[in-house]
């Protein structure tokens, strides 16, 4: 079954303590990304991902960190979290530029930074 | 800048009326555009892009790059229409960012 899976699900922790949020997908894609989901916002892109390697801001990526070692995982990683960060995050994959059609999200992580 | 406007924040519709949600954008290339459906607790999904030109679940999209716009429409609004839907914008060539508008919550009264 083609899925990303994102873990955790709930995540509660405190000002200054790094964490990482995983993201897996079993489907190949070469295009990975981080959203972010905020009342009134909307989803706002933090970083993308092109391909192994190769990783690009989007449109609010500052105090976060992504790599992409294997093509399959992307995860998302906050250095120093702040109460700011609290927001429900997505992982997507999607097979733009290899002539697919259909993104896939994650389920959603929900970050509460106290 | 891309930018993508979604300027109703609910729209509420009765069953059989017809459905248009408004999406506008502002690029100065070459943009793909997308509509996402988000059901109540469920995952964002991908509705359509235009690049395909399809109808999905009955929905139709058309950009109109003189009013740079990419509204949704669907004749008929059924129950299970009623989600959080999204459009969206990338630049065309395939790995570039995605920029979302706000969201339209679509409500289908009985």
């Known amino acids: 079954e083609a899925q990303v899976t994102q873990n955790p699900r709930y995540l509660i922790t405190v000002t200054g303590k790094k964490l990482t949020v995983t993201c897996s997908q079993n489907m190949n894609h070469e295009y990975m990304s981080w959203y972010r989901q905020d009342p009134g916002l909307g989803l706002r892109q933090i970083y993308y991902?092109?391909?192994?390697?190769?990783?690009d801001k989007g449109d609010v990526p500052e105090g976060y960190k992504v790599s992409r070692k294997e093509k399959r995982n992307f995860p998302l990683i906050l250095e120093s979290p702040s109460p700011n960060q609290t927001s429900l995050y997505f992982c997507?994959?999607?097979?733009?530029?290899?002539?697919?059609?259909?993104?896939?999200f994650g389920q959603g992580t929900r970050l509460t930074v106290v | 800048a891309q930018r993508v406007t979604q300027p109703e924040k609910l729209l509420s519709v009765f069953k059989g009326a017809p459905v248009e949600l408004k999406c506008n954008y502002s690029?100065?290339?070459?943009?793909?555009l997308f509509w996402y459906v988000q059901y109540s607790r469920q995952r964002l999904q991908l509705l359509l892009r235009h690049i395909s030109r399809e109808s999905i679940k009955g929905f139709t999209a058309d950009l109109n790059k003189g009013e740079t716009s990419f509204h949704l429409k669907k004749p008929f609004a059924q129950e299970e229409d009623s989600a959080m839907y999204y459009c969206?914008?990338?630049?065309?060539?395939?790995?570039?960012?995605?920029?979302f508008g706000t969201g339209t919550k679509l409500q289908v009264i009985p």
């Open positions: 997507a994959s999607d097979p733009r530029g290899t002539g697919g059609s259909e993104a896939f």
């Open positions: 991902s092109m391909n192994v390697e190769v990783t």
């Open positions: 690029y100065s290339g070459s943009p793909e």
């Open positions: 969206a914008l990338s630049p065309s060539g395939g790995y570039q960012k995605v920029t």
